[in-house]
């Protein structure tokens, strides 16, 4: 058991290196020899666990996407847990202001231009339907007449904003209040809230 703490232990640490790199230089500067540098560990050691770049890309994506639905949980769990405010609290994190979410969209995008092999794929749409699924409970509570078709666009207009911000540099406050505008015109505050919870 040890040895097996051991092993994950340095896959994290590796795949913190891998997200520090994208962080500084985006997903170009990610290699075996650089991702090495950055652990302050061998290339022989990188080489044990990856065998290339592309795994320890995918490595770094399954961590930082586990991470931020720690993220969500938390956050969610800390603002009350009514469906409206969970959408909220997922499409917010989405938007990218928290620095480890920006990195998983960069690594996203450099996946999302070219064929990917099925785990690839599996992390990278992890947890979309359950979102759509969410997304259109809310707006049809809120008496949409085409509730999917409008959960579809408040989800295309966060994909849109998150690499705005993750891939051009766009001031994530500014996405957040336009992603909060159209929000509220779709699920009016109070939405989604069941009795007894606040708002």
Same mark, same amino acid.
């Not at 995918?58 to 996407?65: E, K």
């Given at each position: 058991?040890?040895?097996?703490?051991?092993?994950?232990?340095?896959?994290?640490?590796?795949?913190? @290196?891998?997200?520090?790199?994208?962080?500084?230089?985006?997903?170009?500067?990610?290699?075996?020899r650089s991702v090495a540098a950055e652990a302050g560990i061998s290339m022989g050691r990188v080489q044990h666990y990856f065998a290339s770049k592309d795994a320890l890309l995918l490595h770094a994506l399954d961590r930082s996407h586990r991470q931020m639905e720690e993220?969500?949980?938390?956050?969610?769990?800390?603002?009350?847990?009514?469906?409206?405010?969970?959408?909220?609290?997922?499409?917010?994190?989405?938007?990218?202001?928290?620095?480890?979410?920006?990195?998983?969209?960069?690594?996203? #995008?450099?996946?999302?231009?070219?064929?990917?092999?099925?785990?690839?794929?599996?992390?990278?749409?992890?947890?979309?339907?359950?979102?759509?699924?969410? #997304?259109?409970?809310?707006? @049809?509570?809120?008496?949409?007449?085409?509730?999917?078709?409008? #959960?579809?666009?408040?989800?295309?207009?966060?994909?849109?904003?998150?690499?705005?911000?993750?891939?051009?540099?766009?001031?994530?406050?500014?996405?957040?209040?336009?992603?909060?505008?159209?929000?509220?015109?779709?699920?009016?505050?109070?939405?989604?809230?069941?009795?007894?919870?606040?708002?």
């Amino acid at each position: 058991m040890p040895r097996s703490v051991d092993h994950d232990a340095r896959r994290s640490e590796i795949a913190d @290196a891998v997200l520090g790199l994208v962080a500084q230089a985006g997903t170009e500067a990610v290699s075996l020899r650089s991702v090495a540098a950055e652990a302050g560990i061998s290339m022989g050691r990188v080489q044990h666990y990856f065998a290339s770049k592309d795994a320890l890309l995918l490595h770094a994506l399954d961590r930082s996407h586990r991470q931020m639905e720690e993220r969500i949980e938390t956050r969610a769990r800390a603002a009350g847990g009514d469906d409206r405010t969970v959408l909220a609290t997922i499409l917010d994190e989405l938007l990218g202001g928290h620095p480890r979410t920006r990195d998983a969209l960069r690594i996203h #995008a450099a996946f999302a231009t070219r064929e990917v092999d099925e785990r690839a794929r599996a992390i990278l749409t992890d947890g979309d339907d359950e979102i759509l699924a969410l #997304a259109v409970r809310v707006v @049809a509570d809120a008496g949409a007449a085409d509730p999917a078709t409008d #959960a579809h666009a408040l989800l295309a207009l966060t994909s849109g904003l998150s690499s705005e911000v993750a891939l051009h540099g766009a001031p994530v406050e500014r996405a957040r209040r336009t992603l909060t505008a159209m929000l509220d015109r779709l699920v009016p505050a109070g939405v989604g809230a069941q009795p007894g919870d606040p708002g």
